[in-house]
């Protein structure tokens, strides 16, 4: 079936350092949604994504869909311990949100 | 003001036993899904109603009964409990043609 996968599965960084996590497809999409979900609590949605190279911000996150829509990322520049989490792609297709597997990131202070 | 709520928030439990999750959104969203989340985050979809008819319906066991009635509430009833069904349950909401999904605060079950 469809899906996305997504890396790193897991990524440790000290404060201040930059993290990215990557989603990619075998079929193009026709848009993208990346949600945050902190320890213990649930997925919220941060943004979508549905234009060819589109590339948004929200201050210190960069989301990016690429030129050929199989793949997004999403960087995060100076993290802090606010950022600790999972973070989720997703896709909407045929009445259905499909999942990428999520990276955890950890951040040391 | 909670947007999706979900009842109970934790739910410890025999084997074999039946219990109920309960769902309810005030966004006035039409459409309402169920996922479970296992122990390594992995969400997967397991039901979807859009103004209480059943549009998804996953490879889900037959003891897993989802019931809509009315679209702002989304229960999940679940018989015979089994080990392989303790998880996180997590409810949503969006709005028809709009991609962006409202969750609740999740439904940690755990069966012993």
């Known amino acids: 079936g469809q899906q996305v996968m997504q890396i790193p599965q897991y990524q440790h960084v000290q404060e201040g350092e930059d993290f990215t996590t990557y989603c990619n497809s075998s079929?193009?999409?026709?848009?993208i949604q990346w949600y945050k979900q902190r320890p213990g609590g649930h997925p919220v949605f941060l943004i979508q994504?549905?234009?060819?190279?589109e590339v948004k911000k929200q201050k210190r996150l960069t989301f990016q869909f690429g030129e050929a829509k199989k793949n997004s990322s999403l960087h995060i520049t100076a993290t802090q311990t606010t950022d600790v989490g999972t973070y989720f792609c997703s896709f909407f297709n045929f009445n259905k949100f499909y999942f990428g597997s999520g990276t955890k990131l950890n951040v040391k202070p | 003001d909670t947007a999706v709520s979900q009842t109970p928030k934790y739910l410890v439990t025999q084997m074999g036993n039946d219990k109920s999750i309960k769902c309810e959104q005030n966004l006035g969203h039409d459409t309402m899904y169920w996922y479970k989340q296992d122990s390594k985050k992995f969400l997967k979809i397991m039901f979807s109603?859009?103004?209480?008819?059943?549009?998804i319906n996953e490879t889900v066991p037959n003891r897993f009964s989802p019931k809509s009635p009315d679209k702002a509430h989304l229960n999940l009833h679940i018989n015979s409990l089994e080990l392989g069904d303790s998880a996180v349950y997590f409810c949503?909401?969006?709005?028809?043609?709009?991609?962006?999904?409202?969750f609740g605060p999740g439904t940690r079950l755990l069966v012993l």
């Open positions: 994504l549905v234009k060819s190279g």
């Open positions: 949503a909401s969006s709005q028809g043609g709009r991609r962006t999904q409202y």
């Open positions: 109603y859009n103004n209480k008819e059943l549009i």
């Open positions: 079929t193009t999409l026709s848009n």
